[in-house]
């Protein structure tokens, strides 16, 4: 079976840094897309940024373009988010994800993780 579990949340000052990460199991990220989305109260789930399978090229929401990095450690099973520079309007729930294949549209992806929640002030 697929697992996803998120950790590395909390609260962090605007201008600082924090690093998420999501454990995997069950998954070989040869083929597999993997994704963070967040959900902010009151709003839908949106996509933050995708690594995809093989050479693990990336997508990025333009909101985090240049702050964020994602990235994928095969040696220890776990994708990561880099969050440079936050701001305010970063707060949210942050969920991991993946699918089979490559994509990143919200409603192919299979399996999530539980969330990390991220509060910038």
């Known amino acids: 079976d697929v697992q996803l579990v998120e950790s590395g949340g909390g609260s962090v000052q605007a201008g600082g840094s924090l690093r998420l990460s999501c454990a995997t199991s069950?998954?070989?990220?040869?083929?597999?897309?993997m994704a963070w989305f967040r959900q902010a109260p009151g709003n839908e789930r949106e996509g933050v940024a995708a690594?995809?399978?093989?050479?693990?090229?990336?997508s990025y929401a333009d909101s985090v373009q240049g702050r964020f990095t994602i990235s994928r450690d095969t040696t220890k099973n776990t994708l990561y988010l880099q969050m440079n520079s936050p701001k305010p309007a970063d707060t949210a729930m942050y969920y991991c994800?993946?699918?089979?294949?490559?994509?990143?549209?919200?409603?192919?992806?299979?399996?999530w993780g539980q969330g990390t929640q991220v509060t910038v002030s």
């Open positions: 069950g998954l070989t990220y040869s083929t597999y897309s």
């Open positions: 994800a993946a699918r089979r294949g490559r994509g990143w549209v919200l409603s192919s992806f299979s399996y």
């Open positions: 690594i995809y399978p093989g050479l693990g090229t990336t």
